[in-house]
């Protein structure tokens, strides 16, 4: 009987020396004065996509494109004021650009003419400009600087003293001289001038 009881213990030890080490239990400590990691900051908001527009002339670094100036009237009413001519510049490079209006020169004509019998020189004010939706804005006197930066689209109104423009078969432009870091550049845009019917009262 105790020679089983001794071959039951030598087996016993046997195995448990066999048998592998218990696996250790990882776990995770937080100190309580650990400051939270900050997030990961967002992603840059991609510039937006400018519809492409004629060129009208290149400056080094940046464009002179399509500008679009217009106004309305109603028939028999008051005329059209005009007080600043825009132009729309794209901007290729990450320089900053200056430019000057030397000078603004009103257009009129009758619509059966071909050569423009008016040409009334503005007195300039001075200038505005931003990005899309009116952001980035910059005012000049003399001059305007469009600072440096990533390249975009920029709308520039050069401002002068209101002038009276009345559509009765007319038509209507600018004639600009112009400087663009230096360079300098004549040329004319047209001014749309619609006349409206008046809405009846109800």
Same mark, same amino acid.
């Given at each position: 009987m105790l020679r089983g009881m001794k071959g039951l213990v030598a087996v016993l030890a046997a195995a448990a020396c066999s048998a592998p080490p218990p696996r250790p239990v990882q776990t995770?400590?937080?100190?309580?004065?650990?400051?939270?990691?900050? %997030?990961?900051p967002a992603p840059p908001t991609p510039l937006q996509v400018e519809t492409p527009l004629k060129l009208l002339h290149s400056f080094p670094g940046i464009d002179l494109v399509e500008s679009s100036n217009a106004a309305i009237h109603e028939h028999g009413g008051d005329a059209a004021r005009i007080g600043h001519v825009m132009l729309v510049f794209d901007i290729s490079d990450r320089r900053a650009h200056e430019i000057e %209006?030397?000078?603004v020169e009103m257009l009129r004509r009758h619509c059966s003419e071909t050569a423009w019998h008016s040409r009334t020189p503005l007195k300039i004010r001075g200038y505005d400009a931003s990005t899309a939706g009116g952001a980035n804005g910059v005012v000049g006197d003399a001059r305007l600087v469009l600072p440096p930066g990533v390249p975009r689209r920029?709308?520039?109104?050069?401002?002068?003293?209101?002038?009276?423009?009345?559509?009765a078969c007319d038509a209507f432009g600018f004639a600009l001289d112009l400087v663009v870091d230096r360079v300098r550049h004549k040329f004319e845009l047209p001014l749309d001038i619609t006349r409206i019917d008046p809405i009846d009262p109800p």
């Open positions: 995770s400590v937080v100190a309580e004065d650990e400051p939270t990691p900050p %997030a990961a %209006a030397k000078q920029y709308r520039v109104s050069i401002r002068f003293d209101s002038v009276d423009a009345y559509q």
